[in-house]
């Protein structure tokens, strides 16, 4: 019977490790958005708890120790998953995003701005843009 248990236990504890693994995932790539952030750090949370509840259980048979070296991997493995958590959606892990949104797309719309300034000047000019002028354009252009 206790050898059944601690199968038991062993096999819940690879399959909540994966679920941490899957939910790390999942969170990489849909949890820019607050609410699915939340949704993914939650199942994170709830599979490390399973994981240190099934240690607790394992240790409670016939004081059974789980080697303090696997209870150490353990921790770093958590550690380094919310480590990732915490950096996955920053401006400073994503250098090309950030460039992106912070110095490149205001450079062009404020050229877009510059260029649309121009193109609207020079429309309410008169004489510089008539139905003429338009139409030999669309002949030799």
């Not at 404020?110 to 510089?128: D, I, K, T």
Request: net charge negative; proline share 3%; hydrophobic share 45%.
């Amino acid at each position: 019977m206790k050898l059944a248990c601690l199968w038991w236990h062993k096999a819940k504890r690879l399959n909540v490790i994966q679920q941490s693994l899957s939910a790390l995932r999942a969170y990489l790539i849909h949890g820019a958005t607050a609410q699915r952030a939340e949704h993914f750090q939650a199942i994170f949370e709830q599979a490390w708890l399973n994981i240190e509840d099934s240690v607790a259980k394992i240790q409670s048979f016939n004081q059974i120790q789980v080697p303090e070296s696997t209870l150490q991997a353990f921790e770093q493995l958590k550690n380094l998953q919310q480590d990732i958590l915490e950096i996955s959606h920053t401006d400073n892990n994503l250098p090309a995003h950030a460039l992106l949104l912070f110095d490149i797309a205001p450079l062009a719309e404020e050229a877009m701005n510059q260029v649309s300034s121009a193109v609207a000047e020079e429309v309410s000019l008169s004489g510089l843009y008539s139905p003429k002028k338009r139409a030999f354009a669309g002949q030799h252009g």
